[in-house]
C-alpha cells in the first residue's frame, strides 16, 4: 500500500502549531473503524467469509474499547484477521525521538523521555512511526519467558556503570516495545501459566514490573490473542485471572460455503510466479475437496484442516502442470485433471486421521477428490449433451492421458469432437481460454466427469488413466 509523506513536525513546538490531537491506541481505532463503517470502506481487507458472522463480533468488541481473544482452529485466518487490525490505526503517529517504548510527545512516561521533556521544553525532538511499525507479535512457546514479553535487566547497561537501581538499565521485552501499537500473542494457551502471569498488568493496570523495579509504565496498547480451542485440553490453557481480563472472546470458523472457499484460494495461492492457468473447474473441485476432508468422519476434527490445505493444492496442482510443460514443450501451462492425484500424496501430512483410519490415508484422499470432481461435474456439464464424446469410445476408441501427455498430444488422441465450445463454454471458458491447453482441460475433465457417472470406463495406468467404453 501506498504510504504517505511522513508529516513535518520535528519538536513539540510545531506537533503543537500543527493541531495534533493526542488520542489512545484505542480510541485511534474505534475512530477510524467507525469511520469507514460511515462511509462503507473496507475494514478487514483479505478476510473472506467473516462478513456476516465473525467481523460484527470483533467491530463490536474493537469499538467497545476491548482486548480480545480470537478461538478457532487451525487455518481459519486468525492471525491474518488480528494484522488487518493494525490497519486501522492512524497513518502516521508521533513519538519522542530515540524512545525504545513509542512515547507521545504530549505524554511522556519512560523515565529518559520524562527527563528529555524537562531539559528541552518545547524544543522535544520528535520522530513519526507508520503504522506498520506499531504491530507486534509473538508465537507463544514453552520457552517464551518474562524477559522476552516485558523485559529484564541489561547486563551491557550495569556493565557500563549505572545502578541495579535505575529504571533506565532495563531492556524491554516485546510488550513494551509495542507501546502505543497492537500486539499479537499467538497460541495463548501454550505460554506457561507462570509467563501468563505476566501480562495481567498488562490487561487491567496497563503497566508492567520488571524483576524488583520500582517502575511503572502506563501502557497505550490493543492485546489481542489467538487459541485453539481444543488447546485448553491438549496441550494448555489460559488461565482464569488472564482470560477474565479480556474484554471479549469471539469464534472463528472456516469459509461456510464453497463460494467463500474458490475467493479464498483465488486470493491466497500464488499463481503468478508459477505462470500456470489454473481453470474455474478445478479451483471448484479443490475447494469443493477440502470440504469434503473437513467434514470426513475419517478425519480428526478437532485438528480442522487448515485453509492453507487448499492454497497448497492448488499451488501444488499448478505446478504440475508447469513441469508437463518443461518437459513436454507446451507453450502454455494449463493445468487439467492428471494433475490432481498428486496432491493426495503431498498434503496427507497436513490432515490428522483418526487412528482407526491408519494405513488408509492416501484412499481416503483419493475417494474424496473423486466426490469433489464428481460433484463439480454435475454442478458444470451435468446438463450438457455429451453424446458425440461418448460416441468416440463407442466406435473403440481409447484415449490415454496423464500428467506428461501435452495438451496437442490429448487433443489428436481424441480426434474431432463436435460440441467442444458448448464444453468449454459449460466451464466458464470465455474469450481468452481457446488455447489448446484449455480445450485439452475441458475434455479431460468431461472425460473424468462421464467415468464418474459410469458412462465411461477407466484404466488406472502409470503417471494417468485410459479412457474406454
Known sequence: MHKSPTPASSTLRELR???????????????????????GEPRFPGIVGFDDTVLPHLERALIAGHDLVLLGERGQGKTRLIRTVAGLLDEWTPVVAGCEINDHPYAPACVRCVRLAADKGDDLPVAWKHRDERYGEKLATPDTSVGDLIGDVDPIKIAEGRTLGDPETVHYGLVPRTNRGVFSVNELPDLAERIQVSLLNVLEERDIQVRGYNLRLPLDLLLIASANPEDYTNRGRIITPLKDRFGAEIRTHYPRGVEDELVLIRQEAELDDLGADLPDHLVEIIARFTRLVRESTAVDARSGVSARFSIAAAETAAASAVRRAALTGEERPVTRICDLPGIVHTLRGKVEFEVSEEGREVDVLAHLLRRATAETFRG??????????????????????????????????????????????????????????????ALEFALEGLYLMRRLSKDEVAGGAVYRT
Open 17 to 39: 502549531e500543527s493541531g495534533h490531537r493526542y488520542r489512545t491506541v484505542k480510541a485511534e481505532i474505534r475512530e477510524n473503524l467507525l469511520a469507514r463503517l460511515r462511509a
Open 380 to 441: 458444470t456439464l451435468g446438463g450438457t449433451d455429451l453424446t458425440s464424446l461418448v460416441d468416440r469410445f463407442t466406435q473403440g476408441v481409447q484415449v490415454e492421458s496423464g500428467e506428461l501427455v501435452a495438451a496437442n498430444e490429448l487433443l489428436r488422441r481424441v480426434g474431432r469432437i463436435e460440441g467442444l465450445s458448448r464444453i468449454m463454454a459449460g466451464l466458464g471458458m470465455g474469450e481468452g481460454d481457446e488455447s489448446p491447453g484449455h480445450a485439452a482441460a
